[in-house]
C-alpha cells in the first residue's frame, strides 16, 4: 500500500541555519504530495503541495520538488525562524478522486534563537 | 469565527464510560474527516463522510461511531472507553472528496484513565 517515510526527529536547529526534512513516498502512479505544519496546541494547516512531476510547492520560504525518480519530496528553508518551531508532516494523495490523505509519522523541529 | 471548530478541547474519563466529540465547520465544505493522533504524533484516519455519507471506514473498533446530522457537523461517539483510546483526535474539512487541502480543527485531547 501506499506509505510515506519522514526522517525522525526531533530536529534542532539555531535561528537561520539552513533546514532539510526528508521525506520518501511509496505510491503507484503520480500521487499528489504535501507538507501540513502543526504549530504547538494547533491542528496541521497545509504548508505547500506539489501534483505533479518536477513540480516545485513553495510558501513562507520552504520549498519542496516533487522528484519520481528518487520518490522524494524533501522540505528545504533556508533560514529558519524561532516562529517555524512546530512538527512537520509529509503526506500523499493516491490519484484518482476521492482517496485519502497518508502522513508520515512527522517531524518535530526547535530553533533555538 | 472560527473554521473548523471542536468540543471539547480536552476530555478525561475513565475506562468505560460512553464520550462524544463535536466537530462543526462554517466553510460550507462537502466533506468531512475524523484522525486520531497517538502519543508519537502518528496521523491516521478514521473516517470520512460527504454529504453526510459514510465515504471512508478505516479498521476502527466499532465502539467508535460517527454521526453527520447535517453536512456543517461530524460528531465522534465512543463507547466502553480503553486506556488505548487516548490520544488527539483531529477533525478536518475539505471542498470535495477530491480536493487537495484539508482544513484541520484544533483537536480534542482525549485521556483514559
Known amino acids: 500500500g501506499d506509505s510515506v517515510t519522514q526522517m525522525e526527529g526531533p530536529v534542532t536547529l539555531s535561528e537561520e541555519a539552513f533546514l532539510t526534512i526528508n521525506c520518501t513516498y511509496t505510491a503507484t502512479g503520480y500521487p499528489s504530495l504535501f507538507w501540513y505544519v502543526q504549530y504547538p496546541g494547533e491542528g496541521l494547516q497545509l504548508l505547500l503541495k506539489a501534483t505533479k512531476a518536477d513540480d516545485k510547492g513553495s510558501n513562507k520560504g520552504f520549498e519542496a520538488t516533487y522528484r519520481k525518480e528518487t520518490t522524494s519530496f524533501h522540505l528545504e528553508k533556508g533560514s529558519v525562524q524561532v516562529s517555524d518551531s512546530a512538527v512537520y508532516f509529509c503526506?500523499?494523495?493516491?490519484?484518482?478522486?476521492?482517496?485519502?490523505?497518508?502522513f508520515g509519522s512527522g517531524t518535530q523541529l526547535t530553533v533555538l534563537p | 469565527d472560527t473554521a473548523v471548530s471542536q468540543t471539547p478541547k480536552y476530555l478525561v474519563t475513565q475506562m468505560g464510560n460512553d464520550k462524544s466529540i463535536k466537530c462543526e465547520q462554517n466553510l460550507g465544505h462537502d466533506t468531512m474527516y475524523w484522525y486520531k493522533q497517538d502519543s508519537k504524533k502518528f496521523l491516521k484516519i478514521m473516517f470520512s463522510?460527504?454529504?453526510?455519507?459514510?465515504?471512508i471506514n478505516e479498521t476502527v473498533p466499532n465502539r467508535f461511531s460517527p454521526k453527520s446530522p447535517d453536512k456543517a457537523h461530524l460528531n465522534l461517539h465512543i463507547n466502553s472507553l480503553e486506556l488505548g483510546d487516548s490520544a488527539v483526535y483531529f477533525c478536518a474539512s475539505s471542498p470535495r472528496t477530491d480536493s487537495y487541502e484539508q482544513y484541520f480543527g484544533p483537536g480534542t485531547r482525549l485521556t483514559v484513565t
Open positions: 463522510y460527504n454529504n453526510k455519507e459514510l465515504i
Open positions: 503526506a500523499l494523495r493516491p490519484s484518482g478522486s476521492a482517496r485519502q490523505l497518508t
